[in-house]
């Protein structure tokens, strides 16, 4: 055996490590090196380890064949920590079983055994798949090989991520894809991991332009809805004014050019600006941004998120004191000018047909503000 000539005190070390973990091999004389063989369910692992400072774990780093990576690459905090936390080779080879153990405990999927020809023939295809996309893309990859999320790093240096689950009967069946993009793309119906990956990446680079536009409205602007922007949104609704919004969705293919535009607000304030639109048109120039056009076209200031805080500009509805409600936004705005007060419609509807003085003709009910008490009328909410 090999630590028959080892020293006195790593010879009785290594037999001791023997002992503990019967399935150890001390692959050198200097005891640098170790392989620990271990089932994680029904798959045997190789687990090996570089330990310069020996017996001392100080140093000491952990790695091990595909499939070890693979069972391991979700625990990579943990197995960092256990090495961190170790001070002995010992207690590190301990804090690796127990990692082992908890890996094979929460999948208990592991501990089926399923070694058909169809079932290794379709992880060799996936994991082919997975070779082409290439590795460095692979940010999570689930042990059963059904789930893979891959990623990408953009010119902005921003991290985008997709996620792909292999069917039951793959290949037979195309691949189902979860992303953040825009609800007008669709991923391709295809097995080829590559090909949707592939036309995803370009998908990302050409909506840039676009997220890039919008971070500035973002950035810049009180952002009504959505609430908290993402990739997947094209549009944005910006205060404009007390009780005025302005709704906008941008062209992904001309995301510099004049967006779509619709005034949410009492008729009297939103007027002139749908006037000073239909005039100024011709002043919006796609080499400015977004945010510079849209002030010249309108003739206003947008409040700055620095000079003003969203509860100045009285966005809440007047009734339930809240902004959104379900998907329910305050679109119902008293008309009287000095008043403009914006309400969800299903709480105006309900707040006129309480009055002891309303008057409902077919689908719409007839009452006074509840602000200025100006003569209001609003349909039925739609169920």
């Known amino acids: 055996m090999m630590f028959r000539t ?22 050198n004389q200097s005891c640098t090196k170790l392989s620990l063989l271990r089932s994680v369910g029904c798959y045997p692992l190789i687990v090996k380890l570089v330990c310069p400072n020996f017996p001392s774990s100080k140093g000491s780093c952990v790695y091990g064949d595909e499939e070890t990576l693979f069972m391991l690459k979700n625990s990579q905090e ?22 082992l153990l908890e890996v094979e405990q929460t999948n208990p999927k592991l501990c089926v055994a399923d070694h058909s020809v169809e079932v290794l023939n379709v992880s060799s295809q996936i994991l082919t798949e997975l070779e082409t996309v290439g590795w460095e893309n692979v940010s999570l990859m689930s042990p059963d090989l059904t789930t893979v999320h891959l990623s990408y790093v ?43 990956y592939n036309t995803w990446v370009e998908a990302v680079t050409f909506y840039l332009p676009c ?10 602007c009180w952002v009504l809805d959505p609430d908290r922007p993402g990739t997947q949104h094209l549009y944005r609704r910006l205060v404009v004014a007390t009780s005025v919004s ?19 607000g009492a008729d009297q304030r939103i007027s002139p600006l749908r006037e000073s639109l239909a005039t100024n ?11 510079t056009n849209l002030e010249r076209v309108l003739g206003v200031e947008f409040p700055s998120r620095t000079d003003s805080t969203k509860d100045e500009w009285s966005v809440e509805c007047g009734i339930c004191y809240s902004y959104r409600l379900g998907e329910q936004l305050p679109t119902k705005n008293c008309d009287d000018p000095r008043c403009c007060q914006p309400f969800h419609s299903s709480c105006l509807y309900e707040w006129l047909v309480s009055l002891p003085g309303c008057r409902t003709t077919l689908n719409m009910v007839h009452g006074e503000c509840p602000y200025c008490s100006r003569p209001l009328q609003c349909s039925r909410p739609t169920e």
Request: aromatic content about 6%; hydrophobic content about 40%; glycine content about 0%.
């Open 6 to 27: 080892l020293n006195n005190d790593k010879s009785s070390l290594v037999a001791h490590l023997y002992s503990l973990f019967p399935t150890l091999v001390v692959q």
């Open 78 to 99: 943990s197995l960092n920590a256990a090495t961190e936390s170790s001070t002995t080779v010992e207690e590190l080879l301990h804090k690796l079983s127990d990692l």
């Open 154 to 196: 953009d010119e902005r240096d921003t991290t985008h991520t997709i996620q792909i689950l292999f069917p039951p009967n793959y290949p037979s069946s195309p691949l189902a894809v979860s992303h953040q993009l825009p609800d007008c793309w669709e991923a391709p119906l295809t097995t080829s991991l590559s090909q949707t």
């Open 211 to 220: 997220w890039s536009a919008l971070h500035d409205l973002d950035r810049l």
């Open 246 to 264: 302005l709704h906008l969705v941008l062209d992904p293919s001309s995301p510099l050019a004049l967006p779509s535009l619709r005034f949410l």
């Open 281 to 291: 048109m011709d002043l919006w120039e796609e080499e400015d941004p977004l945010l």
